[in-house]
């Protein structure tokens, strides 16, 4: 008996979360729909009303205790309650400090991600794409990047400029000093602590947005990478990283690098980004690793790096069967290094982008636990953490969770809300990760977690690298300074240069902080090699003396009966002991008509 239809095929219901299959104005309009509005209320309340209310009060309340409460206060702690006041400050500072910086920080990047970065972002992509339709028709690297230098000023101030006039509308509003009256009439108070922080806001905006187009018109722009033999024509305004000669490298490391292969839960299951339009399953994966098996039988691999991305929404299904598909493959497995992607941690609903959770929810530390369990099973023994407050790199992850495994295994099986801070403390203390060099002089990988704290399926694509994890980075680099380093992170650090159709291509998801980043790892290790995934884009460039390198999905993007690809780099130390990245080597995974 034939079906009606095949439920092998999907149906619309798998097209329900697909950026591909439906438009962003129908996946909006499905948000607005179904979205929580007593979460969303809550949720606001928590990360933007009560910390702005805060700090528009703030003044207020300082003046107040400044000009009336300072004395008395003063005359009450006196003595002994002084000394007692002091040393509580001092045990809070010892004891939570640098979890309150954590949340600082944080706090920090998130208002930055919301309000700053998309509409500068939004108007230095769409000035890029106007100026190289009318201006770069054909031009080389060298003037394209002068382009993309000069529209990032303009737009930086085309956004602080309406910032600025804002802030002189608002500030007949404001009020910075207050008397104790003010506390008696706490509607009177917000009021003017919410003009304050309004201005306080704007005035932040502003000068972020200026600072920001500076930093992006001034560092180095990124171009595209061309290999000799690779196919693309040659620019004579090519940059000089990765162009010495093979024949002259000394030592040579293989790195199969995967990323975003989106592992299903469920035999005939689909993609949330793709819907019908990607594979169903996980068979491609399997051909993958074969694939890769083959590769290493006759030229043996050093690494296989996945950037990210593993599981298609972080359920225990997914990593079930990704442990399931790795399986046949020991010897790949003994190489492999896996991170955490987006849909790893930060995806809420694989079925609805309108699903909502609160911050503090245990759901979102559930897939830190499965993600950070995953990483220590595939290579616990191997990696290390870094110890911060010692300054050195500590010992490996594996024996820096064993005394929290039982507390994570218990908080896995009951979610109760007491062990979320304890999860979010033991998972950022795991990043960076460190695989040594073996020896003095050989290459040392750095794996970090690129993703930004959220809590909406909409806006789980968000990136950013602490300056936590960057002082990690620093010591590791310390610890190991004769070796050759490659970096590893989920999502893409520079928007890419290369021209688009649609302003909707130029528009990604790129780290909050990627400037930052960018040349903090241009001081630190200027000859790096950077390889993440995220955007699923095919592309190999500089930026300096950076090396980045950006993986397609093996999975993603193609139906079955469609080729995907991969990539085996070859890196290669040369005598004056720089790190080059030479010819790499594309692995097609043929099409099939059924699976």
Known sequence: MQPITDPRDGDAEDDASSTKQRSLLSLAGSLLAEISLPKLVVAWMWLIGVPGLLLGVAPLLASVWLSTVSTKVAYAVSGVWSALVLAAVLALGWFGGRRLVRIAEGSFWALTSLAVQPIYALAREGLRHLAEAVLAKGAGQARRARLRAATAAVAGLAVAVPAVLLVVWLWPSTRWSGSMADLAAPLRLAAAGAANAAVLIAGYFAAAAAVWGI????????????????????????????????????????????????????RFGFRIECGRAGPRGNGRLHRVLARLAEIHASAPLDLVLITGDVTDAGRSAEWAEFFDALAPYPELVARMLIQPGNHDVNVVDR?????????????????????????????????????LAAGKVGPILGAALAPHRDALARFADRAALRGVPAVADAWARAFPLVLPPATPDGLGVVLLDSNADTHFSFTNALGLVTAEQMRGVE???????????????????????????????????????????????????????????????????????????????????????RDTAFYIHTLARDAQGRLHLLTPERVVIPGVTEE
């Open 351 to 387: 079925a609805n982008p309108a699903r909502l959770d609160l911050p503090f929810s245990p759901v979102k530390r559930l897939r830190q636990v499965r993600t950070l369990s995953a990483i220590a099973a595939v290579q616990g023994d191997r990696v290390h953490v870094v110890d």
């Open 215 to 266: 930093a992006d018109a001034t560092m180095s722009q990124p171009r595209t990478r061309r290999f000799s033999g690779a196919g693309g024509e040659s620019d004579p305004d090519e940059a000089s990283p990765g162009t010495a000669q093979p024949d002259a490298m000394v030592r040579r490391w293989r790195v199969a690098h995967l990323s975003d292969v989106h592992i299903v839960g469920e």
């Open 475 to 561: 010591i590791a680099l310390e610890a190991h300074p004769a070796a050759c380093w490659l970096v590893a992170l989920h999502h893409h650090v520079v928007e890419y240069p290369m021209p688009a159709k649609q302003l909707s291509e130029r528009i990604g998801t790129a780290l909050v902080n990627g400037t930052w980043f960018v040349r903090r790892l241009q001081r630190l290790v200027p000859d790096a090699v950077v390889m993440h995934g995220h955007r699923h884009v095919d592309w190999i460039g500089t930026c300096g003396d950076l090396t980045i390198v950006s993986a397609p999905s093996p999975v993603m993007g193609a139906t079955n009966d």
